[in-house]
């Protein structure tokens, strides 16, 4: 009797956000296309906004569109000013910085920005 090998365990890479001082994971990386978003469900009911940019940098922020209420900015287009990632929000087309949350067309507005990493 011949018995098959064992095939090598694979490890799944993940995409983890900081949320109340620990890790949480929110998708598998593969989940992700580069220079798109995707929204993730918080613990609290609130949702993030995930993006992997074209560079490979993952990216995290709140998903509401602070000028309008509605949970859109996964859906908005990623670019660069002054070399710093933004995601422009598909409905207004305001800027947000995916590293500060800033609002780039008004200095008042901002929106959370959130650790992000990769884990196993």
């Not at 018995?3 to 890790?23: C, G, M, N, R």
């Not at 940019?53 to 509401?64: C, E, K, V």
């Not at 209420?69 to 660069?80: N, P």
């Not at 710093?84 to 920005?113: H, I, M, N, Y």
Request: with cysteine; charged share 20%.
């Amino acid at each position: 009797m011949t018995t098959a090998p064992i095939a090598p365990e694979k490890t799944t890479v993940t995409v983890q956000l900081d949320f109340e001082e620990a890790w949480l994971t929110v998708c598998e990386l593969a989940r992700l296309t580069p220079g798109r978003g995707v929204a993730a469900l918080l613990p609290d009911g609130r949702q993030a906004a995930v993006f992997l940019d074209r560079s490979g940098r993952l990216h995290a922020i709140d998903n509401t569109d602070p000028f309008t209420g509605a949970a859109v900015l996964s859906r908005g287009l990623l670019g660069s000013a002054q070399g710093r990632p933004f995601v422009a929000s598909p409905l207004l087309k305001q800027r947000f910085d995916l590293e500060t949350g800033r609002c780039l067309d008004d200095d008042g507005v901002a929106v959370r920005a959130y650790a992000v990493r990769t884990g196993a």
